[in-house]
């Protein structure tokens, strides 16, 4: 650090300039990223409630009403009765908090998830020091029920099931996992991705399954605010059916203007939950609806160009991710990168992976293909 500080032009200069090296999502080549541009006002929103901390919610009770709203309406969208949960800040803090809220409730310490879960799910036993048990894949790239069964123990704290998996957006049989769990085993669903697009598949009319506070035996769910949401980095909705359950992470708080913190984090940033309140009230169902309706036209336009072309997809998409497979995935996608296209990968299977977020339009996937069949020889 220099004595003296830089002056605002020359810190502004260098911003820019690191600025301008990032990949934009109004570019269109990043099809690899489960977020996307921020709904417009979102931003002026966030920035209005920057210095909000609700770590320390007796100084910010306006911010902490927009999060018990929030938990409210998202409660409501996912058939839950009452709301009791937590703004925070992502899939993983969500995820993390899920398995920990599951080892203090039940006192045991064996997590089942399945090959495909989000790598959160390790961190998760490796910070909480609980025993990963992993099971594999059915023929559709969803938890294998049978293996669950196998695997649960007289230890197994919970069990994770994604609805929308970060590789493919397959929905685990979370009906039949909520049969097996009942209320002795603890149910966490991962909807980070899938939480504000799978409400609204239904409503268009694409297939797709039960995942929510309907089944009776879930008993916590994450969606992101970052990722289908529409809003502002960083903001995921944990949500729990018992309220009682997130007591279990309480600590004490002598110096705040709460007595018990129940959060991970200590100082939250609380300018995603203003930005989230607004894309939620702005957008209402028929918002999201729409979004999720030109993602998924979208989505089997990309499917029925790479099948013209020649390459095969794994699987029918079940929401708006599409894995592409061709002979040599890690290269195709470092030929691609190339070409300044930012594609991911999954490995079950071995494929590439487009997200088909609301950037990443029909033109986008046209100029996207060309550059495919070139460089995959489809
Ligand atoms: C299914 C799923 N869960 C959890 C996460 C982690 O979310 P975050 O990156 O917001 O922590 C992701 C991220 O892509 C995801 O796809």
Redesign the pocket.
Known sequence: MEEKGASFEKAMEELEEAHGKDFLFEDGRVLGS?CTKPMDGSVDVHCKFIESNLGNPGLYPGTKQLEERILSMVSSLLHGNDFHGQVQ?????S?IVAAWVARNVSGKNEVVYCENA?F?MLKACDVLRMKPVEVGLNENFEMDVGEVEDKITDDTAIVVA?A???ELGAIDPIEQLSDICGDKTFLHV?A??GGFVIPFLEELGYPTRPFDFQLDGVSSL?L?G??MGMSTI?S?VFLLRKEEDLRSIAVESPYLTSLHSTSLLGTRSSAGVAALYFAIRTLGREGYREIVKKCMENTMYLASEVKRIGLGVPIEPVMNICGILVDDPAKVREELDGKNWKVSMSRHPDCLRVVVMPHVTRQVIDSFVRDLEDVSGG
């Open positions: 489960m800040a992502g899939g993983t803090e995820n989000h959160s994604s929308g998996s970060t991962d980070s991705f994450v992101d970052h990722k960083p995921s």
